[in-house]
């Protein structure tokens, strides 16, 4: 099994980590946080 994509909630400092792992090892990441504050200054979705 290969996993392609990973869905990551919370755009803090534990979630940015995992999105850098990621990217690293070539896997999309997909972020998603309750709040706009910590989307501002990364690419992901916020619940507004």
Sequence with gaps: M???TV???G???MGNG???ACAV???DAV???INDAG???KS???LG
């Design 44 to 46: 992901c979705w916020w």
């Design 2 to 4: 290969t996993i392609k």
């Design 31 to 33: 972020m998603l946080d």
């Design 7 to 9: 869905g990551i909630i």
């Design 18 to 20: 995992i999105a850098q």
């Design 11 to 13: 755009a803090g400092t």
């Design 25 to 27: 090892a070539g896997i």
């Design 39 to 41: 989307c501002v200054r």
